[in-house]
């Protein structure tokens, strides 16, 4: 480290620059962007103007009144009335002063340019004020089409091409909001004024000019109506337009072009009762072959480029006999093995395919002509860009020629798929990924779509089933050695093509499914998922009784080994089995698991404890697939009676399958039992398992146990209650009321029976109700915390009905509702709280104006619930607050005065003990943020007087919650007046 204030090594060289006080000379003497910005500040800029002597020249033009709106485009003003404007001007008025107040939205774009150091932009916003002055010191309105006549006038008087460029991108802006009458019947005159421009500028050095006259002339053109492109006149303008998209220059040549697609596919009669074509459509494609004849062999091609370019997006636009003339120069330029020209080619057939024409563009044999011409192009595997752009395109003409024509479109696609799947061989992988994608987005658009139209698909098919069944060899080609590199996505094709087709193929497809297993087995096979996924799709399209059939499980109890090579298929069907035979889990899968489970019982005796678990293990699994086979079965009015005895055995005498076995039956009753027949059949064993599961729900749990079979008993006994009869909910119903009046009942069983009664209650009808109510309303003041839960649990579900029995109880009893729950309001425990306030939400909810009494008395133990323990009781506390609003709102028919009324009742809290103040200011927070839009500012204010006042309180809870209330009131009210209230309480 050196001396304390000796400076480091080679600093002392930089010292000598500058001289003492001088260190600021190098700053830049340039400050543009200072005074940009300071001139955005209210203040002009003080430099040099940009303003050419042609925009003073024009101005000045303009106000002596030489350039005057043509007569019908506005009012003629007297030459003594006009002279006596300008010399009334205001002299503070500034040369630009037209265009801070141009009051037409057509110019907001030019706003932009205000502030511009560009000159052109200087010129645009000096002629648009200009204009905008002499069109106001004429009377006029500033329509557009004054600015339209006053802008064709002043570009027949500036000479420079800096001006002449100004109007016409001013013109550019406003033609498209003329009306098209006015430029129907200017139309001669504007595009002659058009075409001479075009004329004179065509070998000027400077686009601007051309570049805006072309875009006025396209939107001039896109605004005649059908008529007029029946007059030889409207041709030989538009041919002006299209003879500049071969212009050398980028920018004309583009703004051409953009004006050529625009008149050709957005002319206005082009949307309403359109002819099928443009009536420009034939010249311009002639056009375009022409220009592409005359320069296709040259070295350079670049004519053929800007053709092909125009192509790309008018193609879709012709008539039929032109796209195939367009086509095959197309197909012509293609073999001159130029790469752009190739790629610009593809492009356009693209675009014809992507965009989905009709046949009176695209014929169903034009398209497949087009696809047979297309494969003398197949670029080489190493050719990346072009062989990723011609599989992109042939999967777009597959598409749309199966749209127009399935049957001939899946003619054509083996023959594709044959050569996307020798692209598998590619070494690049974006070719990998690109093949790939095509065969499944053909397979998902143009196969699956048809697939019921085409029927079974056999190896002896004709027609397009044989197509079907090609397509599939070509794919299962991929599984050969030479494709390992590719296995990955050959596997994903399986997949998709199982997904779509294997319903009604799988009997070209069983050969694939023994090679897929046979390859799963193989030493370190890497693409274990994906083969699992590929035969999971096939057990979901075509069952696995199919599957089985063509690969089966070799699993039968006497095996020798313990290998079993293929029980990875029970996962797989387990986790992919949908829609298919209820009936064959119960003939193929229920005797094996029976078997299995013999095989394991004999073993644990014999001593062979590993061997024993590996067999309950495999029986286990067999079971685990029921609960796919009860979604969505096709069999079940059927296959179920000769299945519900085991359930029901298994679900009592096997502990272990008592979580599957209840998933299965609620699966089934959810999602299997669509049909009535299905599910009257379903419906009518309720009478056997639900008093199986009543006696289960009502064993106690074993010491280290999990209630996990508990709670799935109780949700399979909710699920079966939806569809059993109501007589028998009844019956049962009223023996578990007894079961609870029953002295002899344990707690246990009490509070057990009870949860049955919960479900029980909104299935039973309106007598069994009122029974069952006579039967709990002693329990709701009862001591025990756990009974009165339970109690206040029944009278919820009793009171959630939104209609039905359950609603007519509530609606015939509602008075002696009402006075059980004021008088239990006293008694009532804490854990009771959260279905309590549940209840008197659903009665809030059904309450009239003659039951205000009722909501007043309730409003002081609702407030104390929001700082309950229990989070529910919290939740259901602060919505029976918005309820009770949202009644008051339906008592009075002004909002904010019955919402006051409310505010009224809560307001007394504020001056209570200190929890009752917290509770009521946390209560008045929530109301605030409900009914923000409903409240006035005189309620609001009066809402934050009341809860400032507290901010003084020594209490930090009172505190805190007066904080939040005023956090809340932040977004309703203005802060500079919340701000006011705040400091006079202070």
């Not at 037209?98 to 000096?126: M, P, Y």
């Not at 006038?153 to 550019?172: C, G, I």
Request: hydrophobic fraction near 40%.
């Amino acid at each position: 480290m050196g001396r304390s204030g000796k400076l480091p090594s080679g600093v002392s060289a930089k010292l000598k620059r500058w001289k003492k006080g001088h260190s600021s000379d190098s700053n830049p003497a340039i400050c543009r962007h200072r005074q940009a910005a300071r001139s955005r500040f209210f203040s002009r800029p003080s430099g040099r103007s940009d303003l050419t002597v042609d925009a003073v020249k024009l101005h000045n033009e303009l106000q002596s009144g030489s350039l005057r709106l043509g007569k019908s485009e506005a009012p003629e003003t007297p030459m003594e009335e006009e002279a006596e404007l300008v010399l009334t001007e205001k002299s503070s008025g500034t040369f630009l002063s037209g265009l801070s107040d141009c009051t037409n939205v057509t110019f907001s774009k030019v706003q932009r340019f205000w502030e511009s150091n560009s000159a052109a932009h200087k010129e645009i916003c000096a002629v648009l004020a200009a204009v905008t002055e002499v069109i106001r010191s004429q009377g006029g309105k500033e329509t557009e089409t004054e600015y339209f006549a006053a802008l064709m006038t002043t570009m027949e008087a500036v000479e420079s091409p800096e001006s002449l460029a100004a109007v016409a991108y001013l013109l550019n802006l406003v033609l498209k909001r003329v009306p098209s009458p006015v430029l129907i019947k200017k139309f001669s005159d504007t595009s002659k004024a058009f075409m001479d421009i075009m004329s004179a500028q065509a070998s000027s050095g400077s686009t601007s000019v051309l570049r805006w006259v072309l875009s006025c002339l396209a939107t001039l053109l896109r605004k005649q109506d059908l008529e007029a492109w029946g007059y030889p006149v409207t041709l030989q303008v538009y041919h002006g337009l299209l003879s500049f998209t071969v212009h050398p220059k980028p920018k004309i040549r583009k703004a051409a072009q953009h004006g050529v697609c625009s008149v050709l596919k957005g002319s206005e009669f082009m949307f309403e009762k359109a002819p099928a074509h443009h009536p420009a459509a034939i010249s311009t494609a002639k056009f375009c072959i022409q220009e592409i004849e005359k320069s296709g062999g040259s070295k350079e091609a670049t004519t053929t480029l800007h053709m092909l370019t125009l192509l790309k997006d008018l193609l879709p636009c012709f008539p039929e006999g032109l796209v195939k003339s367009c086509s095959e120069t197309l197909l012509r330029v293609m073999t001159l093995s130029h790469v752009l020209v190739t790629a610009c080619a593809m492009q356009a057939f693209h675009s014809l395919f992507h965009a989905r024409p009709g046949l009176s563009t695209l014929s169903a044999e034009l398209n497949a002509q087009i696809i047979t011409a297309l494969y003398d192009y197949v670029p080489s595997e190493n050719d990346l860009q072009p062989l990723l752009a011609w599989l992109k395109v042939m999967e777009k003409a597959h598409i749309n020629l199966v749209r127009l024509q399935w049957d001939l479109g899946l003619g054509h696609l083996p023959r594709f798929f044959g050569t996307a799947v020798t692209c598998l061989l590619s070494p690049h992988s974006q070719v990998l990924t690109a093949a790939t994608q095509s065969l499944k987005e053909i397979l998902k658009e143009c196969v699956a779509p048809h697939m019921a139209d085409i029927g079974s698909v056999t190896s002896s098919a004709s027609g397009p089933a044989q197509s079907v069944a090609k397509m599939f060899r070509a794919v299962e080609e991929g599984l050969t050695y030479k494709f390992h590199a590719a296995w990955s996505s050959v596997l994903q094709l399986l997949c998709v093509f199982f997904e779509a087709c294997g319903r009604q193929a799988h009997p070209v497809m069983r050969k694939c499914l023994q090679s897929l297993c046979d390859l799963r087995l193989s030493p370190h096979f890497p693409h274990t998922a994906a083969l699992d996924q590929a035969v999971g799709a096939a057990v979901t399209s075509m069952g696995p009784e199919v599957v089985l059939q063509a690969v089966p499980l070799e699993i039968d109890g006497s095996e020798e080994t313990l290998d079993f090579p293929r029980s990875w298929l029970l996962p797989v069907i387990r986790d992919h089995v949908q829609e298919t035979r209820l009936g064959f889990f119960t003939t193929y899968f229920l005797p094996l698991a029976n078997t299995l489970k013999s095989k394991a019982m004999d073993l644990a005796q014999a001593g062979s404890t590993v061997e024993s678990k590996i067999y309950d293990t495999l029986q286990w699994q067999m079971w685990t697939l029921l609960p796919g086979f009860c979604t969505r079965p096709t069999d079940v009015a059927i296959s179920f009676k000769g299945l519900a005895r085991t359930l029901g055995m298994a679900i009592s005498e096997r502990p272990d399958l008592r979580v599957t076995v209840c998933q299965a039956l609620r699966t089934l009753i959810t999602k299997g039992c669509q049909a009535e027949a299905d599910r009257a059949e379903v419906s009518r064993f309720a009478k056997n398992f639900l008093p199986i599961l009543f006696n289960l729900y009502g064993q106690p749990v074993a010491a280290g146990d999990t209630p996990a079979p508990r709670r799935a008993v109780l949700e399979t006994i909710r699920t079966y209650l939806t569809i059993t009869d109501t007589q028998l909910v009844n019956s049962l119903l009223e023996k578990a009321s007894e079961k609870v009046l029953d002295p002899a009942s344990s707690d246990f069983t009490r509070l057990s029976v009870l949860d049955l009664v919960v479900a029980l209650a909104p299935c039973a009808d309106e007598a069994a109700i009122s029974k069952l109510y006579s039967t709990i309303r002693p329990y709701l003041e009862s001591k025990a915390h756990g009974v009165q839960k339970k109690a206040y649990r029944v009278l919820e579900e009793v009171c959630a009905s939104p209609q039905g029995p359950g609603a007519l109880f509530v609606q015939s009893h509602l008075e002696d509702l009402k006075k059980t729950l004021l008088d239990s309001l006293r008694s009532t425990s804490s854990p009771a709280k959260r279905p309590r306030l549940k209840c008197l939400l659903h009665i809030v909810r059904k309450l009239s104006a003659e039951h205000k009494e009722f909501i007043t008395a309730l409003i002081p133990e609702v407030i104390l619930c929001t700082k309950e323990v229990s989070v529910g009781a919290r939740k259901n506390a602060f919505a029976l607050l918005v309820e009770m609003g949202h009644a008051f709102l339906r008592f009075g028919s002004n909002q904010e005065e019955a919402l006051q009324c409310y505010l009224v009742l809560i307001y007394p809290g504020l001056v209570g003990a200190v929890t009752m103040v917290s509770c009521s200011i946390l209560a008045l927070t929530h109301l605030l943020f409900e009914f923000k839009g409903l409240m006035g500012t005189s309620t609001v204010e009066q809402l934050l007087e009341n809860v400032c006042l507290l901010l003084a309180s020594r209490t930090r809870d009172v505190v805190k919650s007066a904080l939040g209330f005023i956090k809340v009131a932040v977004t309703v009210m203005d802060v500079a007046h919340l701000a006011k209230h705040v400091q006079l309480v202070i």
